[in-house]
């Protein structure tokens, strides 16, 4: 009797330790889906959340593997191809900006979705409140549109000194429905104008080919610079924004480091390799059986003011020192 006991102890106790060895032998899968294009095999943000993943022991090629989806812009692609991640059977979803985001939340109620970019995350319904997300979806947020307004205008003006007629680019309705960002961006812009002195333009883009005509507009306004309000499509052009800024000969202030780099002039933002970094902790929690409606959502704590030198010569700005020296990266 004495064996038998200690036979059904022993057998017992190594339940958790077999289902622990099958567990370190799979293989867990995420699948991304994303606004724009697959990216490229190494990117900085990729490979901030690979890193991080990879100081938490996941490895692709050994116990993790990762597939992508990108609608290429094409928003209207996206329930397809969330539809196909899901069928895939993924383990976690991880997704970049809210149209994503909500595409994959309305293909599955049942595997975890770790979003970023989320500018507010509960006006968007993706979760129930910051703290405690309920649900599927949780996330690392990245985009403080409305927060960080009156810091951009007031870094832009420290930047020009004389600044004095400011063009607002904005989108209020994206391809009917409204930018719910909006109206509180302007809002914000525009007592952050009068604490500085500044004038403002109110000047409004509906589609990507109004993009040149609001820079004609803000030229035959005699705006001396601009600011962008987030609005998809400035986010799907960015390319495009810096140049047409550039053939205009207007410098600006934008919400993403991508414009800067294609040719803007400056942006101040949060920082998205952080941002991506705490994204993939949360995707380490999930792999190891945290449910999302419990993990608060990340919120900024690293922001990053990014000049481009190029673009301040080309267009005949001598910086500040004083304002270079806040500067977190200078792309000369």
Not at 254 to 271: E, I, K, N, Q, R
């Amino acid at each position: 009797m004495r064996r038998i006991g200690l036979a059904v102890v022993l057998a017992v106790a190594l339940v958790p330790l077999a289902a622990e060895a099958q567990q370190a032998g799979k293989v867990y899968r995420i699948g991304f889906l994303l606004n724009g294009s697959p990216p490229p095999p190494t990117t900085p943000l990729m490979d901030a959340f690979r890193d991080r993943l990879r100081e938490l022991g996941w490895v692709e090629g050994q116990n993790l593997a990762i597939e992508f989806r990108g609608a290429g812009g094409n928003f209207d692609r996206l329930p397809d191809l969330a539809a196909d991640i899901v069928g895939r059977k993924v383990d976690v979803i991880v997704t970049a900006a809210p149209p994503a985001a909500q595409a994959a939340k309305q293909a599955t109620s049942v595997i975890p979705i770790v979003f970023t970019g989320a500018g507010d995350a509960v006006a968007q319904g993706l979760v129930a409140s910051l703290a405690r997300p309920g649900g599927n979806v949780t996330g690392a947020m990245s985009g403080m549109q409305v927060d960080l307004i009156g810091k951009r205008l007031e870094l832009l003006k420290a930047a020009i000194p004389g600044l004095a007629r400011i063009a607002v680019l904005r989108c209020p309705v994206v391809d009917g429905p409204p930018n719910l960002l909006d109206g509180r961006s302007w809002s914000e812009i525009q007592a952050a104008a009068g604490n500085l002195g500044v004038t403002l333009q109110s000047l409004e883009v509906g589609k990507p080919d109004d993009i040149e005509g609001v820079f004609d507009a803000a030229r035959k306004a005699r705006a001396q610079a601009y600011v962008l309000l987030g609005c998809r499509i400035f986010e799907t052009n960015v390319q495009r924004v810096a140049d047409v800024a550039a053939q205009r000969r207007l410098p600006g202030m934008h919400y993403w480091t991508s414009f800067v780099v294609a040719g803007g002039l400056m942006s101040y933002d949060v920082s998205l390799v952080d941002i991506w970094r705490r994204a993939a902790v949360l995707v380490d929690k999930i792999l190891k059986g945290a449910k999302p409606a419990d993990l608060p959502v990340e919120q900024p704590t690293k922001f990053e003011l990014v000049i481009n030198l190029k673009t301040a010569k080309a267009l005949g700005l001598t910086i500040p020192p004083s304002v270079l020296g806040r500067a977190d990266q200078l792309i000369e």
